[in-house]
């Protein structure tokens, strides 16, 4: 069992930065597959960002590209969020992902065993 609490959230104004952390508890998330996943106001939760047991593949939707990183911290059992010159389009609530132990990348809500409960990030224009 793999229990994840998100932090860094908060409301910040347009070309701000905030960086998420996700926090996870359990002894296989070295193994996990790690993933961001956010749900803007009205709208389905999509896909961010996610990266493999190790942080050496990561992923991310065309969107964020270039504005978002996602890393890993397995000594930490932590995975983090780096986002950059944020945009009024990135409010949502963010939430953060696991899988079991897996060698892939997993970008797909159905691929993930763990949730977080979420962190709010709202950027105002």
């Known amino acids: 069992q793999v229990q994840l609490v998100e932090s860094g959230g908060g409301l910040v104004q347009a070309g701000d930065s905030l960086r998420l952390s996700c926090a996870a508890s359990?002894?296989?998330?070295?193994?996990?597959?790690m993933g961001w996943f956010r749900q803007p106001p009205g709208k389905e939760r999509e896909f961010v960002a996610a990266?493999?047991?190790?942080?050496?593949?990561?992923y991310a939707t065309d969107s964020v590209k270039g504005r978002f990183t996602i890393s890993r911290d397995n000594a930490k059992n932590t995975v983090y969020l780096q986002m950059n010159n944020l945009k009024p389009e990135d409010t949502a609530v963010y939430y953060c992902?696991?899988?079991?132990?897996?060698?892939?990348?997993?970008?797909?809500?159905?691929?993930?065993?763990?949730w977080g409960q979420g962190t709010q990030v709202t950027v105002s224009s």
């Open positions: 992902a696991a899988t079991k132990p897996t060698l892939a990348v997993v970008t797909t809500q159905l691929g993930f065993d763990y």
């Open positions: 990266t493999s047991w190790s942080g050496g593949s990561t």
């Open positions: 359990g002894r296989t998330f070295s193994r996990s597959a």
